[in-house]
T-cell receptor, first 111, second 111 residues
Framework: DQQVKQNSPSLSVQEGRISILNCDYT??????FLWYKKYPAEGPTFLIS?????DKNEDGRFTVFLNKSAKHLSLHIVPSQPGDSAVYFC??????????FGTGTSLTVIP | SAVISQKPSRDICQRGTSLTIQCQVD?????MFWYRQQPGQSLTLIAT?????????ESGFVIDKFPISRPNLTFSTLTVSNMSPEDSSIYLC????????FGAGTRLSVL
């Protein structure tokens, strides 16, 4: 049973525009959410996180939004750069050490 | 932070053989995690390895197929036994050290 879902397997965005990656979850006990970025031949690396007590967290060009009532989070990248081209995974945790991952969205930023 | 060294980075194996993947962390951690990422699917937790005790396996994964060793707080191995083409996947070790960190992964192809 997929508790974390990323329904868009791929996304293409023009350089300089906004990239919006979406993630839905089903478990209302999740209270900590993360986004990871993965380049080919590398392991996922942490990008940004948000706890359930907040609805927005911003770090430079990256902003994560959390809508708890809709069980939805999104990652905004603005402006998008070619180096942002990678696979992005969202993950969720219920305060334990286990994280549940989505299937990933492959972002391509077109120069 | 935590730096994880995982090897081999890739291997091509014959059906029926076994492969042992090694994971070394630069700091002592209580739990180490082993994930699998099959093409087009999310990161799936195989098992959690605690030092000094048997690993805890997730539903669908068994010790006979994926034996794990955890001899100390910085090292673990995962063996993929009696391989079949269905085991072709990326295998990742991971630790939680504040946030979750991943090794670069082992890309396994079974012929």
């Amino acid at each position: 049973d997929q508790q974390v879902k990323q329904n868009s397997p791929s996304l293409s965005v023009q350089e300089g525009r906004i990239s919006i990656l979406n993630c839905d979850y089903t478990n209302s006990m999740f209270d900590y959410f993360l986004w990871y970025k993965k380049y080919p031949a590398e392991g996922p690396t942490f990008l940004i996180s948000i706890s359930s007590i907040k609805d927005k967290n911003e770090d430079g060009r990256f902003t994560v939004f959390l809508n708890k009532s809709a069980k939805h989070l999104s990652l905004h990248i603005v402006p998008s750069q070619p180096g942002d081209s990678a696979v992005y995974f969202c993950a969720a945790s219920d305060s334990g050490n286990q994280f549940y991952f989505g299937t990933g969205t492959s972002l391509t930023v077109i120069p | 932070s935590a730096v994880i060294s995982q090897k081999p980075s890739r291997d091509i194996c014959q059906r029926g053989t076994s492969l042992t993947i090694q994971c070394q962390v630069d700091s002592q951690v209580t739990m180490m995690f082993w994930y699998r990422q099959q093409p087009g699917q999310s990161l799936t937790l195989i098992a959690t390895a605690n030092q000094g005790s048997e690993a805890t396996y997730e539903s669908g994964f068994v010790i006979d197929k994926f034996p794990i060793s955890r001899p100390n707080l910085t090292f673990s191995t995962l063996t993929v036994s009696n391989m079949s083409p269905e085991d072709s996947s990326i295998y990742l070790c991971s630790v939680v050290h504040g946030i979750q960190y991943f090794g670069a992964g082992t890309r396994l192809s079974v012929l």
